[in-house]
């Protein structure tokens, strides 16, 4: 519920419309920060209920507290003496806390049985009070106008004081969820020219082209740092990556911790709870990147960032170091953190620790913080864009299964020349078995895969062959249109073979051999479904009875997301901006993200934005990664222009 500008008569009238919720008093609850304006409020509300004709009294916690280091303790206190006397129909009494003496006073205060109590002061609306309040009200300025109060308010030597309470004001808030789930949101009116004053699209522009100069240096900084959360690779690196990047996210003003589950890899959140009536957007990211692989085919230092014709280079440039920093850029556009903060949202910047390994302790970590993560917008910077110049917004992806399959056909090696002939040989028999997976053009000819229909987007061949690096000659595999084949057809990879090296094999017949494949699945199909297939396809189909073992590795989900509704238009909107007038598309892709599943299953209510900063030649996961840094400017200023326009939802 949202008031306008006679809001304490309109709350007023409101509460007595209704009974007690217990008792004989109706209990009004009146939270917000330090600075917020409640006594004023709890006064005028207080005089509102008189003139109706209703007898009030009013309690302000601050009486109830045992020093600045009992700023949430309280509560037993308020309960048993206040609360629960009046939810059984009796007065409550305290002692008052004297600030001058530092101790409780001698002499009662009397809780009168009223019509109405309001009970003010940080963290009174509580989740404990939203169980037994009939009203819970939230009151919110901006911090910079808080502080204003305060120091008008109180003596110099209470502000270092006041700057721990806050923090930890700061820190409930998040937590407890309190503006987001309080009966009443105070934004406008004489306690609350509350809203925070939005900027323009043009002072963004020039907000975000201020900042990006910091912003680049931070990111080189974030990519020389080697974080791999492979098995088998140092994971120092991911504890400095982290520590990091919770520095940027603490620099935005954010209250922020490094989590892990387990023996899961550091992941950092960043929370700013939001102004009071506005949303909240969860900025996901992940620092952790993929390994190298062969440093022989990289122009230069993964691991040190350099330009080359308007391009960054380096592992983690592009995927997703950028995707960090363009939460980063659009937070510091809003001045986030600083005396002139005007985020007009409330942010919750996740950045994983593992994305590139699996996301294994994600659901683990989604439950543990869920309520700290809880959002009305997610906003998944991960993806990218459809060309150079041409925005767009990811809404499918398909799906992923990999798995191993090892063929035997004997104990152990025997000559060539004796058994060759009448033993098959492992090699052959995993040969023959893999080409069963495709038929002459190409496709997929593992029955029960799904296969499904592609947005109407055209992909001319030379520019997919130029963006791949495909040599002259070889021809593309498939049929129907490249789209198709990459978003919404299943695909099957040989991403590796384990078998003798050419150097130094003997002549011996294989008596083992072991490949790694990779299965993408179109939207629409599951991943263990497609799993029993693949399984049952190559156990089936093994050439001359060798034997057959199809081992799991990991899998995700395909991703259909229906990109309708005020979210979606309002990225749309930023995206158009942010590329002087260029309409953003719909795209699917053919990779796998199965961690967004997650998302939509954790937070079924919130709108999932998948949004990024690659382009077609960004070759992420490849050697010589790298960002196009005009393209990067660009998403900066959409994903500040995409917060400006979910505020005004």
Request: contains cysteine; hydrophobic residues 45%; proline residues 6%.
């Given at each position: 519920?949202?008031?306008?500008?006679?809001?304490?008569?309109?709350?007023?009238?409101?509460?007595?419309?209704?009974?007690?919720?217990?008792?004989?008093?109706?209990i009004?609850?009146?939270?917000?920060?330090?600075?917020?304006?409640?006594?004023?409020?709890?006064?005028?509300?207080?005089?509102?209920?008189l003139?109706?004709?209703?007898?009030?009294?009013?309690?302000?916690?601050?009486?109830?507290?045992?020093?600045?280091?009992?700023?949430?303790?309280?509560?037993?206190?308020?309960?048993s003496?206040?609360?629960e006397?009046?939810?059984?129909?009796?007065?409550?009494?305290?002692?008052?806390?004297?600030?001058?003496?530092?101790?409780?006073?001698?002499e009662?205060?009397?809780?009168?049985?009223?019509?109405?109590?309001?009970?003010?002061?940080?963290?009174?609306?509580?989740?404990?009070?939203?169980?037994?309040?009939?009203?819970?009200?939230?009151?919110?300025?901006?911090?910079?106008?808080?502080?204003?109060?305060?120091?008008?308010?109180?003596?110099?030597?209470?502000?270092?004081?006041?700057?721990?309470?806050?923090?930890?004001?700061?820190?409930?808030?998040?937590?407890?969820h309190?503006?987001?789930?309080?009966?009443?949101?105070?934004?406008?009116?004489?306690?609350?020219?509350?809203?925070?004053?939005?900027?323009?699209?043009?002072?963004?522009?020039?907000?975000?082209?201020?900042?990006?100069?910091?912003?680049?240096?931070?990111?080189?900084?974030?990519?020389?740092?080697?974080?791999?959360?492979?098995?088998?690779?140092?994971?120092?690196?991911?504890?400095?990556?982290?520590?990091?990047?919770?520095?940027?996210?603490?620099?935005?003003?954010?209250?922020?911790?490094?989590?892990?589950?387990?023996?899961?890899?550091?992941?950092?959140?960043?929370?700013?709870?939001?102004?009071?009536?506005?949303?909240t957007?969860?900025?996901?990211?992940?620092?952790?990147?993929?390994?190298?692989?062969?440093?022989?085919?990289?122009?230069?230092?993964?691991?040190?960032?350099?330009?080359?014709?308007?391009?960054?280079?380096?592992?983690?440039?592009?995927?997703?170091?950028?995707?960090?920093?363009?939460?980063?850029?659009?937070?510091?556009?809003?001045?986030?953190?600083?005396?002139?903060?005007?985020?007009?949202?409330?942010?919750?910047?996740?950045?994983?620790?593992?994305?590139?390994?699996?996301?294994?302790?994600?659901?683990?970590l989604?439950?543990?913080?869920?309520?700290?993560?809880?959002?009305?917008?997610?906003?998944?910077?991960?993806?990218?864009?459809?060309?150079?110049?041409v925005?767009?917004?990811?809404?499918?992806?398909?799906?992923?299964?990999?798995?191993?399959?090892?063929?035997?056909?004997?104990?152990?090696?025997?000559?060539?020349?004796?058994?060759?002939?009448?033993?098959?040989?492992?090699l052959?028999?995993?040969?023959?078995?893999?080409?069963?997976?495709?038929?002459?053009?190409?496709?997929?000819?593992?029955?029960?895969?799904?296969?499904?229909?592609?947005?109407?987007?055209?992909?001319?061949?030379?520019?997919?062959?130029?963006?791949?690096?495909m040599?002259?000659?070889?021809?593309?595999?498939?049929?129907?249109?490249?789209?198709?084949?990459?978003?919404t057809?299943p695909?099957?990879?040989?991403?590796?073979?384990?078998?003798?090296?050419t150097?130094?094999?003997?002549?011996?017949v294989?008596?083992?051999?072991?490949?790694?494949?990779?299965?993408?699945?179109?939207?629409?199909?599951?991943?263990?479904?497609?799993?029993a297939?693949?399984?049952?396809?190559?156990?089936?189909?093994?050439?001359?009875?060798?034997?057959?073992?199809?081992?799991?590795?990991?899998?995700?989900?395909?991703?259909?997301?229906?990109?309708?509704?005020?979210?979606?238009d309002?990225?749309?909107?930023?995206?158009?901006?942010?590329?002087?007038?260029?309409?953003?598309?719909?795209?699917?892709?053919?990779?796998?993200?199965?961690?967004?599943?997650?998302?939509?299953?954790?937070?079924?209510?919130?709108?999932?934005?998948v949004?990024?900063?690659?382009?077609?030649?960004?070759?992420?996961?490849?050697?010589?990664?790298?960002?196009?840094?005009?393209?990067?400017?660009?998403?900066?200023?959409?994903?500040?222009l995409?917060?400006?326009?979910?505020?005004?939802?």
């Amino acid at each position: 519920m949202k008031l306008g500008r006679n809001t304490a008569a309109e709350l007023a009238a409101e509460i007595m419309t209704r009974p007690p919720r217990s008792g004989r008093s109706r209990i009004v609850a009146i939270d917000g920060q330090s600075g917020a304006g409640k006594t004023t409020f709890a006064a005028e509300l207080a005089t509102a209920l008189l003139e109706l004709g209703a007898s009030v009294d009013v309690v302000h916690t601050d009486d109830l507290l045992d020093g600045w280091d009992d700023q949430f303790t309280f509560w037993e206190r308020l309960q048993s003496s206040v609360l629960e006397p009046l939810q059984s129909g009796e007065a409550g009494r305290y002692h008052r806390y004297d600030w001058i003496a530092e101790r409780f006073e001698d002499e009662v205060t009397i809780v009168h049985i009223a019509d109405v109590v309001i009970i003010e002061g940080v963290s009174t609306g509580r989740a404990a009070m939203r169980q037994r309040a009939d009203r819970t009200v939230f009151l919110g300025v901006p911090d910079a106008l808080a502080w204003e109060r305060l120091k008008a308010r109180d003596p110099a030597e209470a502000m270092p004081f006041l700057r721990v309470w806050k923090e930890r004001e700061t820190r409930h808030y998040a937590a407890d969820h309190t503006a987001e789930l309080a009966d009443v949101l105070i934004t406008t009116g004489r306690i609350s020219d509350m809203t925070t004053p939005s900027l323009s699209v043009e002072e963004l522009r020039a907000a975000v082209e201020r900042e990006l100069p910091g912003v680049r240096t931070d990111l080189e900084r974030l990519a020389r740092i080697p974080g791999i959360a492979f098995d088998g690779f140092d994971f120092t690196p991911l504890e400095r990556s982290a520590e990091a990047v919770a520095e940027l996210l603490r620099g935005c003003g954010l209250d922020t911790r490094i989590v892990r589950i387990g023996d899961g890899h550091p992941a950092v959140i960043g929370v700013k709870p939001a102004p009071p009536g506005a949303p909240t957007v969860l900025l996901y990211a992940h620092h952790d990147v993929q390994p190298v692989g062969d440093l022989s085919l990289w122009e230069s230092d993964p691991f040190e960032p350099v330009e080359r014709d308007g391009r960054l280079y380096g592992r983690g440039c592009a995927d997703d170091k950028a995707g960090v920093m363009a939460h980063v850029a659009a937070l510091r556009a809003f001045g986030s953190g600083t005396s002139d903060d005007r985020l007009p949202v409330g942010a919750v910047v996740f950045v994983e620790g593992e994305e590139e390994f699996g996301s294994a302790s994600l659901p683990d970590l989604l439950a543990e913080y869920k309520e700290t993560l809880r959002s009305d917008v997610i906003v998944i910077a991960d993806s990218g864009n459809w060309d150079i110049g041409v925005p767009a917004l990811t809404t499918s992806l398909r799906g992923i299964v990999n798995l191993f399959v090892e063929v035997k056909v004997l104990e152990q090696a025997v000559h060539s020349g004796m058994a060759g002939g009448a033993v098959p040989d492992a090699l052959m028999v995993l040969s023959r078995l893999l080409t069963t997976l495709h038929d002459d053009a190409g496709d997929v000819a593992v029955d029960g895969l799904v296969k499904t229909g592609a947005a109407p987007l055209d992909y001319p061949e030379d520019r997919f062959r130029e963006e791949t690096g495909m040599l002259e000659g070889v021809q593309l595999v498939g049929t129907g249109r490249i789209v198709e084949r990459l978003w919404t057809k299943p695909a099957i990879s040989i991403l590796a073979i384990d078998a003798p090296p050419t150097s130094g094999a003997p002549n011996a017949v294989v008596p083992t051999a072991k490949a790694k494949l990779s299965v993408r699945l179109a939207p629409g199909d599951d991943r263990r479904r497609a799993y029993a297939i693949m399984k049952a396809h190559l156990e089936k189909f093994a050439s001359w009875g060798a034997q057959v073992e199809v081992t799991f590795e990991h899998d995700g989900d395909p991703i259909v997301i229906d990109a309708t509704g005020p979210a979606y238009d309002a990225a749309r909107a930023a995206f158009k901006e942010a590329w002087d007038g260029t309409e953003p598309v719909d795209i699917g892709v053919g990779g796998s993200i199965p961690f967004i599943a997650t998302f939509k299953e954790t937070f079924p209510e919130a709108s999932v934005l998948v949004t990024g900063v690659e382009d077609p030649y960004a070759k992420a996961h490849g050697p010589n990664e790298s960002l196009h840094l005009g393209e990067f400017a660009k998403v900066c200023l959409a994903e500040a222009l995409l917060l400006r326009n979910v505020a005004a939802l």
